[in-house]
Antibody
Framework: QLQLQESGPGLVKPSETLSLSCAVS??????????WGWIRQPPGKGLEWIGS???????YYNPSLKSRVAISVDTPQNQFSLKLYSVIAADTAVYFC????????????WGQGTMVTVSS | QSALTQPASVSGSPGQSITISCTGT?????????VSWYRQHPGKAPKVMIY???KRPSGVSNRFSGSKSGNTASLTISGLQAEDEADYYC??????????FGGGTKLTVL
């Protein structure tokens, strides 16, 4: 059974870069069937799609975050990563990574999520 | 891109049926059959309940069903159970090759 696990710092200072990784186990990140995505959820609020990546390196970003986001893949390590630049307090959220089924555009497997707080 | 519009809250008694709406535009819900629904219990990751507007993943109860008319998709839960109390989110593919979620609906089982 495929599993996803997020990792990274739980506290980031304003104006710095948020960096998270998502380790994929029980399956290959190089599958042509899936995208790999990041979604976040501020405390007490709803889900926001951040971006998705295909194993070849093609990326798709939320227009509202596009200028500050980069998602990349590390095929040998079977993981993908998120960088969010110049963070502000409003970027405080639980960050989820998820497998994204291409032909049905559904996020079918999710990581447990990791809380990131932006504060000095 | 704007979030899809969902009611903030719905409620129902055990055994009853409820429907949650998800309104988008002709650039997302109205143009594609790539609408999915997720259930999220407090402190947990979302779980997909419906995809491709009407399809249920293996293991999801047939009490959950989906439909779409124009720019609005709907999730219906029949035979409400206590375990159904959760937040529900819809999601759609868009014409900009992006994906968008709804604002979420809190379901209370009375």
């Amino acid at each position: 059974q495929l599993q996803l696990q997020e990792s990274g710092p739980g506290l980031v200072k304003p104006s710095e870069t948020l960096s998270l990784s998502c380790a994929v186990s029980g399956g290959s990140i190089s599958s042509t069937t899936y995208y790999w995505g990041w979604i976040r959820q501020p405390p007490g609020k709803g889900l926001e799609w951040i971006g998705s990546l295909y194993y070849s390196g093609s990326t798709y970003y939320n227009p509202s975050l596009k200028s500050r986001v980069a998602i990349s893949v590390d095929t040998p390590q079977n993981q993908f990563s998120l960088k969010l630049y110049s963070v502000i307090a409003a970027d405080t959220a639980v960050y989820f990574c998820a497998r994204h089924l291409r032909d049905h555009d559904v996020f079918d497997i999710w990581g447990q999520g990791t809380m990131v707080t932006v504060s000095s | 891109q704007s979030a899809l519009t969902q009611p903030a809250s719905v409620s129902g008694s055990p055994g009853q049926s409820i429907t949650i709406s998800c309104t988008g535009t002709s650039s997302d819900v109205g143009s594609y059959y790539y609408v999915s629904w997720y259930r999220q219990h407090p402190g947990k990751a979302p779980k997909v309940m419906i995809y491709d507007v009407t399809k249920r993943p293996s293991g999801v109860s047939n009490r959950f069903s989906g439909s779409k008319s124009g720019n609005t998709a709907s999730l219906t839960i029949s035979g409400l159970q206590a375990e159904d109390e959760a937040d529900y989110y819809c999601s759609s593919y868009t014409s900009s090759t992006t994906w968008v979620f709804g604002g979420g609906t809190k379901l209370t089982v009375l």
